[in-house]
């Protein structure tokens, strides 16, 4: 039986990760401040998390991640002396705390497979929201159903300027968006949900609207993806697919089969040349980056990414503990603080490095990576059977494998505050995984005693 403060903590998480997923810019002004719905949640989440008994167990890589939430916070917070004002670092640095906090509330809250169905209930609703809007922004006979929500300045801030883009594409094709954001940052949210979502499948079996809900949410994420029409996005698709059948078995694996069968069959019949879709992007973007890489910006800025910080930080030695922060972005954009400004940053190795240092770069791959390797251990001491353990700890391992391709070709993760929620909500999840193990053995040794009784 959950107490009372665990019951809120709870319900606030859900509600959480239903704007996470569906609308994480809904918000109001304060003046010149914009106050974020998902922020004042998250706050809510931690104020009543902050009570519930402590796990019995160390929280892995608990240090780093408080180290790199002192750098960012550090960092913004010398920057803003440097460009004069303090008003905005201290506001971002608020939104970043509330994001990392994610990772420390996720684990002290889930503590059972209820407790995460429950979760995942709220994020189907917003995952199906953000894929209807991927789809219908993206075919020209659908558009002005999405702008309606997308022109709206409360869910959308840019909303203005995003409703005169939409409406500058007339009736061709477009790159889908939603009121999570662009179209590489929606379609790494829908990568991340979609594997979870079969949880519910298993462990769930929701009757009723939820039902249909989910099964059109499992069609439609993969056909959302793919309206983003962004090569990161659909290799991120496409390496979480390989992961569901190399670490997956039986219905999940038919299922995946079944989708990629119907969408092959579905943009066949139509055409993949059709005027209703946009692949000649995907065709001349990935032709540029084999036959002509440094030819583009668009294209270079991405190997670029990898090259540049290091020959950077030559000439700037201070980078390796200290960057430029993001808060100066808001200020002017005219401030120069640097020779970081300006260069290739299309990843998020570089741009932690320009914002943060190298310190601080390097640590975040690390955590990536260590999570990964912690994940992957679980998965090789555990069977592949039907405990919800089991099924979980693969499943994060496939949303860490297409987690890699927002990680190397995008820098959302930590250049903006959602982006980063996301980062942090994943990383808890996979930390979780011990509060799962534990639970299960429990109701097994107490289901044993009981049958020796």
Known sequence: MMNKNHAKALKFLCITVLLLFGAPKINIK????????????????MYYARSLPKLPYKLPYKNLVQFILFMILLNELLNGLRIGTLIQPIYLMFRMSLAVSLFFTVSKIIRKPEHLTTILKYALVGAFITALLLIFSSLPFTRVYAVIFLSNPILMPNADALAATLAAVGDGSDRGTSLIGVSILSG???????????????FYKPKGLLKYILFATLVLVPIGVIMTYSRGAILALILVVIGIAIFQKGKYRSIVLVLLIGGYISFSFIGFDSKYFFFSRIVERTEAALNNPFGDERESERINAYVQPFEHILN??????????????????????????????????????????????????????LLANYTLKLIRK????????????????????????????????????????LMFFVFGLVVLQKNIFMYEYQQNYIDSKK???
């Open 451 to 453: 049958n020796k009784v």
């Open 382 to 421: 555990t069977p592949n059977n039907n405990l919800f353990s089991s099924k979980l700890t693969r499943v994060l391992f496939v949303v860490l494998i297409g987690f890699s391709s927002w990680f190397s070709f995008g820098h959302a993760a930590v250049s903006n505050p959602r982006g980063t929620m």
């Open 30 to 45: 304060l003046g010149p401040i914009p106050l974020y719905l998902i922020d004042i949640f998250i706050l809510l989440t």
């Open 316 to 369: 700037n030695p201070f980078y390796f503990f200290t960057g430029e922060g993001f808060a100066r972005a808001k200020v002017s954009d005219t401030i120069d603080l640097s020779s970081g400004i300006n260069r290739a940053d299309h990843a998020v190795f570089a741009k932690a490095y320009y914002a943060y240092g190298l310190l601080t770069s390097i640590s975040i791959i690390l955590l990536y990576g």
């Open 188 to 202: 790494a949210f829908l990568n991340v949900i979609w594997p979870l979502l079969f949880l519910l499948l298993t």
